[in-house]
């Protein structure tokens, strides 16, 4: 199954599985976090609004890491998530809650690079911030925390 088809197929059981008295941006955000894991880029531009941001104040002053993550629209975002050039990401969700209108999921990411050598594995700590407005990602904001990534075998737990 190729990844755009594979990327639809989790974005569809993610509306499937809203819950009934959810927010209606749930499910969307629920649906936009499957995309992002997955690298999905076509499913990623029918998801951001045209005028979306994407944000990471705690990347500003780790350069040696990335530079500053602060990306204003649907193109700069999808330029800058392709530049990152991830396979994949991994998230474990410890807590997912909706707080004035934004989901929040909080746990870790593993970031899957696809190297000639295997793939590498780094875990971060995060908390991802989604926000949505009439059906569309306006915001997706993380709060990093870059001092504790760790680099993990891949044939390890996640």
Sequence with gaps: ?????????????ALVARQDDA???????????????????????GLYAEDAVFV??????????????????????????????VERLEYAVDRNYQ????????GAVT???????????YRFPI???VTVQDGQVVEHRDYTDYAGMAQIDPAGDH
């Design 1 to 13: 199954m190729d990844k755009s088809v594979a990327g639809f197929f989790v974005i569809m059981m």
């Design 99 to 106: 707080a004035s209108g934004r989901t929040v999921f909080d």
């Design 127 to 129: 908390v991802t911030i």
């Design 23 to 45: 927010p209606p941006e749930v499910p969307v955000a629920q649906a936009y976090l499957a995309a992002y894991q997955a690298q999905d880029f076509d499913a990623l531009a």
């Design 56 to 85: 990471d104040p705690t990347s500003f002053d780790v350069g040696a890491i990335t530079p500053p993550i602060d990306w204003q629209g649907r193109e700069a975002i999808l330029s800058g998530l392709r530049s990152w050039n």
């Design 111 to 121: 970031a899957v690079y696809a190297l000639e050598d295997g793939e590498r594995h």
